[in-house]
Structures are given as C-alpha cells and as structure tokens.
C-alpha cells in the first residue's frame, strides 16, 4: 500500500545536517546546497517506486545541476529489516543508475524526521535561501515512464522556483513505500 507525502506546508526553511556519503566523507547541507536552489529526495534501494523513478531522478538531476541546482538524495531506512538498502548497496544502486549527486545514509532516521519524510520517494524542491517551495512527484509518469507525455514537474518546479524564487500553486503529492523506521522508536 503506498504512502502519500503531504505538500500543505512550504516555506520552512530546510533543517541543516551532517551524513555519511557514500564515498565515506562525511557532508553537510551547506556543503551540497545549490546557488539556485536543492533538491533533496527521501528515496531507498528497494521500493519499487524508486526503483521506477531512479533513472529519471538522475537525468532531472543532471539537467537542474546545469543550472546550479543541486541535487542531494537521502537513504534513511531501517538496514537491519531492510538490508537491501544497506551502504554497500547504496554504492551499488548509485553506481547503477548514474547518480552523479551526493546520496548520503541517515542512519540515526534523525534528518527524515526532521524534514517529515515519510515515503520513498518523498521529493523536497528548496529555493536559494533554502526555503521549501516544492513538495511533490517527479512526473507525470509515477510507475509507468512509458507515457507518451511525461510532464517533468519537479525540473518544471525547480525553474520556477529559481527564477521567481516560489514553487507551482498545483503540485501532486510523491508516494512510495513508507519509510521503514526503526522498530524501537
């Protein structure tokens, strides 16, 4: 059963954090920020609705850095009931789909708390001051990229937002898996 991600809220300012990439740096949200604006993207190894948007989260992000834009994904399952999602394969799943932005390993699930992710993947379109203008889909293609006509509503967002600083009035909820917490909590 997929979890929707609520878009009611925008216009608070990113919490500020310190991840393990998986080159083993450790990263913070200053060091990744964008000039013009970040993506951040709640997103796994294994849920299937990442897995159906991981090639094009790389290709938007690869254009939106173009105009400095960054792009920053955030692995925060649960690895010991999910150890599909574990670092070593985090590297894998990169390396697999061309991620050339930073995907940093919340392990303590503190950093999806604090931005209230709730789902893989769960997206997060900041301006450049790092106010939340955007929370929604990627696209209009959700499972199926096999569309026609995929509306890219998230790079479609991200310009809005770097040229006038707000996001879209309309913008569609993500949904995905629900991010698995840890048991304890």
């Known amino acids: 059963m997929p979890v929707n991600a609520t878009n009611e809220k925008l216009g608070w300012s990113a919490p500020s954090f310190k991840l393990k990439d998986i080159s083993g740096s450790f990263m913070s949200l ?31 992000a690869k254009e939106l850095e173009k105009l400095s834009i960054n792009t920053i994904a955030i692995m925060s399952n649960d690895v010991n009931k999910y150890p599909q999602d574990s670092f070593e394969n985090m590297k894998i799943f990169s390396k697999k ?11 303590t699930q503190q950093v999806a708390k604090n931005y209230g992710a709730v789902c893989t993947p769960d997206l997060f379109g900041f301006n450049s001051s790092l106010k939340l203008m955007y929370r929604g889909r990627i696209d209009s293609g959700v499972m199926n990229s096999n569309d026609s006509e995929i509306y890219r509503e998230l790079y479609n967002a991200m310009i809005l937002i770097k040229n006038n600083g707000v996001g879209p009035k309309e913008q569609f909820n993500s949904f995905g898996c629900s991010i698995k917490w840890k048991s304890d909590e």
């Open 30 to 60: 200053d060091d990744l920020k964008g000039e013009n604006g970040t993506v951040i993207a709640f997103i796994c190894n294994h849920c299937p609705y990442v897995i159906a948007i991981a090639e094009r989260l790389s290709f938007e």
């Open 97 to 107: 789909y061309k991620f050339s932005f930073c995907y940093l390993y919340d392990e």
